[in-house]
Every structure is written in C-alpha cells, then in structure tokens.
Nanobody
C-alpha cells in the first residue's frame, strides 16, 4: 500500500503562481511515476504533468510553458509549480502514484486539493 500526502493549493490570483507537493509513503515505492491530474468543475479528470523515477516527463498541452514538475526521490516527493495562473486552472488537483514494476503494478490517488484562481 502507498499513501499520498498532498499540500499546497487554495485561493490564487490570476497571473500568480502556485506550488503543490505530494509525498508518498509505504512499500514498493520505486521505480514509479508520480504526478498531478486535475478535475475542473463539471468536467472529467485530466492530466497536468507526470514524472518518472527515470526523469521522463509528460505535460498537458494546456500547461506547457508555465508548469514545471520536479521530484526529490530522497523524500519520495513530487512538486508542481505553475505560473501565469488562469481562471480555467481552477480545479481539484489530485496526486497520482503509479508503480512501474512488479507482477501487478498498482496506482494510487491522493485525496485532492482545491485550487481556485480568481480573475
């Protein structure tokens, strides 16, 4: 089992910046892919950005150029920094952890953190 602890988010101003962090704890943590998804009001959950243990990254087109994902493997933590916030970035942001090896690799979700961007 893997537990995820998310922090950051809250009410932000348009044009501002935010930093989210997610720390994983538990067993079989490496290698993995960690990252962020978001669910805007009334919409489906969508990718924001992910990063693997090997350094491979994947960004949604909507955040490229204003979003950076990074990780500290010593702390089992992934960070998401987003600049130039827009009202359409308003969503519940979920951390996702995915095991990359094992006979039955699992994935886990955090509880989500609300980000609201006011214009």
């Amino acid at each position: 089992q893997v537990q995820l602890a998310e922090s950051g988010g809250g009410l932000q101003q348009a044009g501002g910046s935010l930093r989210l962090s997610c720390t994983a704890s538990g067993n079989n943590l490496s290698p993995n892919s960690m990252g962020w998804y978001r669910q805007p009001p009334g919409k489906q959950r969508e990718l924001v950005a992910t990063m693997t243990t090997y350094g491979d990254t994947n960004y949604a087109e909507s955040v490229k150029g204003r979003c950076t994902i990074s990780r500290n493997d010593a702390l089992n933590t992934v960070y998401l920094e987003m600049n130039g916030l827009k009202p359409e970035d308003t969503a519940v942001y979920y951390c996702k952890f995915a095991q990359l090896l094992g006979r039955n690799p699992n994935h886990y979700w955090g509880q989500g953190t609300q980000v609201t961007v006011s214009s």
